[in-house]
């Protein structure tokens, strides 16, 4: 009988001593599927939408959501005649214009400059490329270096909404283990 008496003085103790902890971390938001317009392929973290490209009528939908930054990895030579700062800045949002395409441009430096934006830029936030493949490799640094989830998680959702090509996935992969080590 003593015993029982002692344990709420003992859980006291415990708890305000930091033995035991009484809040968790919040889980990491996870990736869903979303549409807007045309938009292929569009997923949904958070304020982070992950997509392939919009269409010209898609920006005033984009502004719907409540985006208040695109970033797009797309060249201008992608999409001939279509001017994306101006259709994006006519609906009052921000344009980050990180082009790059092929195994041969996606550098650390483009990795970097794209986990940057993806840290500090005002969100919402659309991030997309042509058909998301692209959006996959930034997103894969970005989740597990800025982020901290676990590199499978991370791979998982990347190759759910996108990322196809090996040479992009490999060369993230390197840039992560390189970048973990600083």
Not at 59 to 85: F, M, N, Q, W
Not at 141 to 161: H, I, P, W
Request: with cysteine; net charge negative; charged share 20%.
């Amino acid at each position: 009988m003593k015993h029982t008496a002692f344990l709420p003085l003992l859980l006291a103790v415990l708890v305000l001593g930091g033995c035991v902890s009484t809040t968790h971390p919040s889980p990491p938001a996870s990736v869903e599927p979303t549409t807007c317009g045309n938009i292929k392929n569009m997923h949904r973290v958070g304020g982070l939408y992950l997509a392939g490209a919009p269409t010209p009528g898609d920006y005033p939908l984009i502004k719907e959501l409540g985006i208040k930054t695109v970033l797009s990895i797309r060249h201008d030579k992608e999409t001939p005649g279509l001017d994306a700062a101006a259709l994006v800045e006519a609906q009052g949002m921000a344009y980050v214009h990180l082009p790059w395409s092929g195994a041969a441009e996606l550098t650390d430096d483009k990795l970097d400059a794209m986990r940057q934006v993806l840290r500090d830029a005002e969100r919402p936030m659309l991030f997309h490329c042509g058909s998301a493949n692209r959006v996959g490799a930034g997103w894969l640094a970005y989740r597990v270096l800025d982020e901290g989830v676990e590199l499978d998680t991370a791979l998982a959702e990347t190759k759910t909404f996108g990322l196809r090509t090996a040479s992009y996935e490999l060369i993230t992969l390197d840039y992560i283990a390189r970048r973990s080590k600083q």
